[in-house]
C-alpha cells in the first residue's frame, strides 16, 4: 500500500549531462545499433524536404536548412539530454526567420541566431529547463496554430503560381495582393500542388516507413523535367546549390547590439519550448525521461555553431523524433546517423536539388501547417475556462495579424496576471471536507492500492509534476485513487496532460483509477474532455469513503 502526497522537492543533479556519454558507459547492443541505424537513415530521408522547404520558406536559400540539419542535427543529438530527440529547422521559426532576413538581412540572422544560442546556454545552466515546460497549454496552441495559418499564407503564392516578386510581410496586405493577382494562376503549378498534398496524404494512409513528401517531391520533379512543364524551379529562384560548407563571419557592429535582442530573445524561447515539447512527446512514447536543462544547453551549443557554418537557427523538431522513436531508434546514434545521411546527400545528391518545383515545396508545407494548426486542441480549449481562451485567442490573433515576438511576450504575462487574479479569489472557495473524507487508517488495504492527494489548482505550473506521479504509480498498482478534494479549478494544460498519461495507462497497464472529492466545477471540465471516456462516471466520487467502497469491491471481481 503506497500513500503520496505532492512534493516539489527536487534531488540535485549535475546541469550538463548528455544521455549518449551515460549510454556510451553503459555500452550499446549490437540489436540496438541496427535499429538505430536504420531508424536514422529514414529519419534523414524524412528531413531531406522539409530541410529545403523550411529554408526557402524562411527567406533563404535552400542548402542553409541542409546544413542546419546536418550539423545542428549531429550536435542536438551527441550533446543533447534525450535519447531520441532529432534536431533541424522546423515550421516554428518561419515567420520570424523570415522577418529578420527581411529587416536585417543574412549577418542579422547569424547574430540574432548566435545570440539566441547563448541565451539557450544560459537557460539551460540557470536550471531553468523545468520552468519552461510549465507554460499553459492554450498559450502554446495559441501561437502554434497561428503560426499555421501564417505559413499557410506564405505558401499561397508558389502554390498557385502568381508571378509576384515580392509578397509583404503583413497578413493582410499579403491577402490583397494574393487577390488582386488571382486572376494569373498557373494552373500547372496548382495541379503540381494538389498532387503533392494527395500524395502525401495518400503515404498517411498507407503507413510506410518513407513518407509521402519524399516520394512527391522526387516523383513531380521527375513528371516536370520530362514534360517541361511551365513552373517555377529552386534553381529559378536561388540558381545552383553548393554542395559545401563555408565558414562565414558576420559584419558585426557593437552599436547595433540592441537591435538583435528582441529577435534573438523570441528564437530563444520558441527554441526552447518546442525542444522541451517534442522531449515530452518522446518520453511519452519511450517511457523515458529527459534532462531538460542539459537538453537546452546543447540546443544553445548547436544554435551558436551552425550559424558560421551557412546555417539558419534549429530546434527539437516533434514529427521528425516521433518517426525516429516509430522506426526503433532508442537512444542519440538515431540522430547522429540522421545527420550523416543528409550529409552525403547533400554532397552526392544536391545538384538535382535545384530542379525541385516550388509549388512541390508549397504542398509539402501546406501539409506542415495543417499538422502544426492543432485544430483538434484549439477546438478542446474552446470549451474549457474563460482563462484558457482569453489566452489562447490572444496568442493566436497577435502571432497572425502583428508579430510572433509580441504574442510570445503578451501571452507570458497575460497568463501571468489572469493566474494571480483567479488565485486572490480562492481564498473563500476553499472548502474543509475534513469531517465526510478523511481516512486516517489505511493499514487493511492491499499492497497494490495506492492512494494520491493533490492538495491546490491543478494548472499549467503544476500539471507536468502531478502527472509524472500519476504515471508512476498507475504503471505499479492494480487501483489508483486519487484525492482532489482541495482541487478548486483544473486548465487546460492540465487536463491535456492528465488525458495524455490516462492514454498511456490505458494502453501498457491494467490499473483501475478512482477519483474522489471531485468539486462540481472540477467535474463539469473533465466532462468536456475525452477523460471521462476512460474514466468511467462510476469511478468518480464525492467522498473518499464511497471511491474505497467501490475500490475494494472492484478489487476482489478482478
Same mark, same amino acid.
Given at each position: 500500500m503506497h500513500i503520496f502526497l505532492l512534493n516539489t522537492n527536487h534531488k540535485m543533479e549535475k546541469i550538463f549531462r548528455p544521455k549518449f556519454f551515460s549510454?556510451?558507459?553503459?555500452? %550499446?547492443? /549490437?540489436?540496438?545499433?541496427?535499429?538505430?541505424?536504420?531508424?536514422?537513415?529514414?529519419?534523414?530521408?524524412?528531413?531531406? *524536404?522539409?530541410?529545403?522547404? #523550411?529554408?526557402?520558406? +524562411?527567406?533563404?536559400? !535552400?542548402?542553409?536548412?541542409?546544413?542546419?540539419?546536418?550539423i545542428a542535427g549531429f550536435l542536438i543529438a551527441l550533446l543533447g539530454g534525450s535519447r531520441v530527440q532529432?534536431?533541424? !529547422?522546423?515550421?516554428a521559426f518561419i515567420i520570424i526567420l523570415y522577418g529578420i532576413v527581411e529587416k536585417y538581412g543574412i549577418d542579422g540572422l547569424i547574430i540574432s541566431s548566435v545570440m539566441a544560442g547563448m541565451m539557450l546556454v544560459a537557460f539551460g545552466l540557470l536550471k531553468l529547463g523545468s520552468l519552461l515546460k510549465y507554460f499553459p497549454h492554450s498559450l502554446v496552441v495559441g501561437f502554434t496554430s497561428g503560426i499555421a495559418v501564417v505559413i499557410f499564407s506564405t505558401q499561397v503564392r508558389d502554390a498557385l503560381g502568381l508571378d509576384i516578386a515580392k509578397v509583404p510581410s503583413d497578413f493582410i496586405e499579403k491577402w490583397k495582393v494574393f487577390y488582386n493577382h488571382i486572376d494569373q494562376i498557373n494552373y500547372y503549378a496548382l495541379?503540381?500542388?494538389?498532387?503533392?498534398?494527395?500524395?502525401?496524404?495518400?503515404?498517411? /494512409?498507407? /503507413?510506410?516507413?518513407v513518407p509521402g513528401s519524399f516520394f512527391a517531391i522526387i516523383g513531380m520533379t521527375a513528371i516536370v523535367q520530362l514534360f517541361d512543364l511551365p513552373v517555377t524551379t529552386i534553381e529559378s529562384f536561388f540558381g545552383d546549390i553548393p554542395a559545401k560548407f563555408d565558414f562565414v563571419i558576420p559584419n558585426f557592429q557593437f552599436d547595433n547590439f540592441s537591435m538583435y535582442l528582441q529577435p534573438a530573445l523570441t528564437i530563444a524561447l520558441l527554441g526552447a519550448i518546442e525542444s522541451l515539447l517534442s522531449a515530452v512527446?518522446?518520453?511519452?512514447?519511450?517511457?523515458?525521461?529527459?534532462?531538460?536543462?542539459?537538453?537546452?544547453?546543447?540546443?544553445?551549443?548547436?544554435?551558436?555553431?551552425? *550559424?558560421? #557554418?551557412?546555417?539558419?537557427?534549429?530546434?527539437?523538431?516533434?514529427?521528425?523524433?516521433?518517426?525516429?522513436?516509430?522506426?526503433?531508434?532508442?537512444?542519440?546514434?538515431?540522430?547522429?546517423?540522421?545527420?550523416?545521411?543528409?550529409?552525403?546527400?547533400?554532397? #552526392?545528391?544536391?545538384?538535382?536539388?535545384?530542379?525541385?518545383?516550388?509549388?512541390?515545396?508549397?504542398?509539402?508545407?501546406?501539409?506542415?501547417?495543417?499538422n502544426m494548426s492543432e485544430w483538434r486542441s484549439f477546438i478542446s480549449i474552446l470549451h474549457s475556462s474563460s482563462?484558457?481562451?482569453?489566452?489562447?485567442?490572444?496568442? %493566436?490573433?497577435?502571432?497572425?495579424?502583428?508579430?510572433?515576438?509580441?504574442?510570445?511576450?503578451?501571452?507570458?504575462?497575460? +497568463?501571468?496576471?489572469?493566474?494571480m487574479r483567479r488565485m486572490s479569489k480562492l481564498g473563500t472557495t476553499l472548502a474543509d471536507?475534513?469531517?465526510?473524507?478523511?481516512?486516517?487508517?489505511?493499514?487493511?488495504? !492491499? /499492497?497494490? #492500492?495506492?492512494?494520491?492527494?493533490? +492538495?491546490? *489548482?491543478?494548472?499549467?505550473?503544476?500539471?507536468?509534476?502531478?502527472?509524472?506521479?500519476?504515471?508512476?504509480?498507475?504503471? +505499479?498498482?492494480?487501483?489508483?485513487?486519487?484525492?482532489?478534494?482541495?482541487? !478548486? %479549478?483544473?486548465?487546460?494544460?492540465?487536463?491535456?496532460?492528465?488525458?495524455?498519461?490516462?492514454?498511456?495507462?490505458?494502453?501498457?497497464?491494467k490499473v483501475t483509477i478512482i477519483l474522489s472529492g471531485v468539486r462540481e466545477t472540477v467535474y463539469n471540465e473533465l466532462k468536456k474532455s475525452d477523460i471521462v471516456n476512460i474514466i468511467s462516471p462510476d469511478q468518480i466520487f464525492d467522498t473518499f469513503k464511497d471511491a474505497l467502497d467501490y475500490a475494494k469491491k472492484t478489487y476482489h471481481t478482478k
Open positions: 549510454l556510451l558507459k553503459t555500452g %550499446f547492443t /549490437k540489436k540496438q545499433l541496427t535499429s538505430d541505424l536504420f531508424a536514422g537513415v529514414v529519419v534523414g530521408i524524412v528531413a531531406l *524536404p522539409l530541410a529545403i522547404a #523550411f529554408a526557402v520558406a +524562411s527567406g533563404v536559400s !535552400p542548402e542553409k536548412g541542409l546544413i542546419t540539419a546536418v532529432i534536431g533541424g !529547422p522546423t515550421g495541379v503540381v500542388t494538389l498532387v503533392t498534398i494527395g500524395i502525401i496524404l495518400l503515404f498517411s /494512409k498507407l /503507413k510506410t516507413k512527446v518522446a518520453d511519452g512514447m519511450i517511457g523515458g525521461n529527459h534532462r531538460s536543462n542539459t537538453e537546452l544547453i546543447a540546443q544553445g551549443i548547436a544554435n551558436i555553431v551552425t *550559424p558560421f #557554418f551557412g546555417g539558419i537557427p534549429a530546434t527539437g523538431a516533434i514529427a521528425r523524433t516521433a518517426t525516429n522513436v516509430k522506426n526503433g531508434g532508442r537512444t542519440p546514434v538515431a540522430g547522429i546517423i540522421h545527420s550523416v545521411t543528409l550529409l552525403l546527400i547533400m554532397l #552526392f545528391f544536391g545538384q538535382w536539388a535545384k530542379l525541385i518545383p516550388m509549388s512541390v515545396l508549397a504542398g509539402v508545407l501546406i501539409i506542415v501547417a495543417y482563462f484558457d481562451i482569453i489566452i489562447l485567442f490572444s496568442t %493566436f490573433l497577435l502571432t497572425v495579424f502583428v508579430d510572433l515576438t509580441v504574442a510570445i511576450e503578451i501571452g507570458i504575462v497575460l +497568463s501571468a496576471l489572469l493566474f471536507d475534513i469531517d465526510t473524507d478523511l481516512i486516517s487508517d489505511y493499514s487493511d488495504l !492491499p /499492497k497494490d #492500492f495506492s492512494v494520491y492527494e493533490i +492538495s491546490g *489548482p491543478l494548472f499549467f505550473a503544476s500539471a507536468k509534476q502531478y502527472t509524472e506521479v500519476i504515471k508512476i504509480l498507475g504503471l +505499479s498498482s492494480k487501483i489508483l485513487i486519487i484525492r482532489m478534494r482541495h482541487v !478548486p %479549478f483544473v486548465d487546460a494544460t492540465a487536463i491535456h496532460n492528465f488525458l495524455e498519461v490516462l492514454k498511456i495507462l490505458k494502453e501498457s497497464s
